[in-house]
């Protein structure tokens, strides 16, 4: 199935690529696209468990669903972003 979540803090090319090396490596997600100026991440997951584990990871990341961010989350943002920019 299809899924779109709007999350927070995707500010550019190394906050996507992060996200989608990461979110990559979970079983059963595939289809991975990020939109960075509407701060989406797309993607196909074949059952709720993995959509959560994608949440999770997004979080984790730094980048939490839309609403649900912290001044953390925010500061993990950029740490995740460099790391995208370096790989």
Known sequence: ?????????????????TIV?????????????????????????ESEL???GVVKSLADMGYPLEGEGTGFQKAKSYVSCMIGKIS
């Open 21 to 45: 090396k990461k979110l990559s490596s979970i079983d059963g997600v595939s289809n991975l696209e990020v939109d960075i100026e509407n701060q989406e991440v797309k993607f196909d997951a």
């Open 1 to 17: 199935m299809n899924y779109l979540l709007k999350v927070e803090n995707i500010k550019c090319g190394g906050c996507a690529n």
């Open 50 to 52: 993995q959509v959560e």
